[in-house]
């Protein structure tokens, strides 16, 4: 596909990365010349120095031709201006960011009046991930397919589990779950494990099941299962606010720390059920008093990186709370996945993952049958949905029959609203909605999954 960025930011170069990885044929324009040779250059895409809202820019860029466009640049107005003239010029196509909240509230509608394919908002995606775990704090990531009914989790193998040194093949039998173990993390290496793999204390693992299924299974290791009942939220911007305002539909308690006079003021006026404190969290004596210690779980989403984590590593020595860490700048991803916390949360890499997710959709009318696509490992692993439109390779045959490459493994089968958890003998059909998980990137057709 022909897509055309504008906007070199941390959500842009993010976009570049993937999309390009996804064999795309990306152009980026941006004002800052230095900016746009680097990516030209890492990435190998066309790079043009101007302003996304000029007819004359886009029509350098190609967008008669192009098939999306996607304006992240610093400022909503000229995101929304930049996808109106690439409806005029190139009728294709368009995503906007739309990051105030004044819009937010407006984004059905504006996307509906101006014929955008998507409006999303970096700041309530991230909010609308973090509630999620909060829902279920023994999970790092929980991530959904057929509609919300396939979940897959991620959590760690915490000292004393009884999934310790314990066989994937074993799991079912001995704890009576349904459930899939589709990857594991130890160190810095990621496995795709088979029946005789051994699990381990710390291993990070993916599991995936229906929802039921899963909560089964937490119990029976145990794990607590139930939400949170409270929660500490550190910073008071755009992701606080929303946060706030899904949890406390959640029946959550909140409680905002911002040192800014003027935000608390703010949050006070529009978030009259959450209790908001003005004061510093950096003082430890601070977070105390404000009930740091009994917690539930604390979310730290600050301006600062660095304040998030040494938060969050302060929190986790002194309470069992679920932690949820934001982090802008993921350079520096190996001392980062070192560190002992719970989940990370990179508002600019789910944003990306949303719009990865759209294009692999508009794919899908052109030849992909890829519905979903989760990147469960940064850049080493992902979770794939195929829905099977017609008959292939790998239809009516069982799946111990089938060639599968090294690597990938079959996760689950969604038939008839039954979810599968499959074994050697099972079959994929004609209808079924297909998870793959797999360490081999580009997957675009479910036969993609077998050697030739």
């Known amino acids: 596909m022909k897509i055309i960025i504008a906007g070199c930011g941390k959500v842009g170069q993010a976009l570049t990365e993937q999309l390009t990885k996804e064999g795309n044929e990306i152009t980026v324009i941006d004002l800052r010349a230095k900016i746009v040779n680097e990516l030209a250059n890492r990435y190998d895409v066309m790079g043009i120095v101007g302003n996304g809202a000029s007819h004359l820019t886009q029509a350098e860029a190609g967008i008669e031709k192009a098939d999306l466009f996607i304006a992240v640049t610093g ?170 305002e899904i949890l406390l539909q959640m ?18 006026e529009v978030l009259p ?29 600050t301006n600062m990186d660095e304040e998030n984590i040494l938060l969050s590593m302060l929190v986790k020595k002194k309470s069992s709370a679920k932690v949820v860490t934001k982090i802008n700048n993921i350079a520096f991803n190996e001392v980062i996945g070192g560190l002992d916390l719970d989940t990370i949360m990179c508002p600019k890499n789910v944003t990306a993952e949303y719009i990865v997710r759209f294009v692999r959709a508009m794919k899908n009318s052109i030849g992909s049958n890829v519905e979903t696509l989760y990147r469960i490992i940064e850049n080493k692993a992902e979770a794939l949905e195929f829905i099977i439109r017609e008959r292939s390779d790998v239809v009516d045959k069982p799946l111990e029959q089938l060639k599968i490459k090294k690597n990938i493994v079959v996760a689950c089968i969604y038939r008839n609203r039954k979810v599968i958890i499959p074994r050697g003998y099972d079959t994929m059909q004609v209808g079924d909605s297909v998870i793959v998980v797999t360490t081999i990137t580009g997957l675009n057709d479910i036969d993609d999954i077998i050697s030739r």
């Open 75 to 244: 400022a909503d107005e000229l995101n929304l201006l930049c996808c109106l003239l690439a409806k005029k010029a190139g009728d294709c196509q368009t995503i906007a960011r739309v990051r105030n909240p004044e819009y937010s509230r407006e984004a059905n509608f504006i996307k509906e009046e101006l014929g955008l394919a998507m409006v999303i908002n970096p700041e309530y995606a991230a909010a609308l991930e973090i509630a999620r775990v909060l829902r279920f704090p023994s999970a790092i990531k929980i991530d959904t397919f057929a509609k919300g009914r396939i979940e897959l989790l991620k959590f760690r193998i915490h000292e004393n589990s009884v999934l310790g040194n314990m066989k994937v093949m074993d799991i079912s039998l001995k704890l009576r779950c349904d459930v899939l173990v589709c990857a594991v993390e130890r160190g810095d290496e990621v496995f795709i494990p088979r029946g005789d793999f051994i699990l381990q204390e710390k291993d990070i693992v993916d599991i995936i099941a229906a929802p039921k299924n899963a909560s089964r299974f937490f119990k029976k290791i145990g794990v607590e299962t139930n939400q949170v009942k409270d929660t500490m939220i550190v910073g008071g911007g755009d992701i606080a606010f929303y946060l706030a």
């Open 251 to 268: 029946g959550i308690r909140v409680k905002i720390i911002d040192k800014n006079m003027e935000r608390c003021q703010r949050l006070c």
């Open 273 to 301: 059920k959450a209790e908001i404190v003005h004061g510093d969290a950096a003082d430890q004596s601070m977070l105390t008093e404000e009930g740091m210690e009994r917690a539930e779980s604390f979310v730290a989403v």
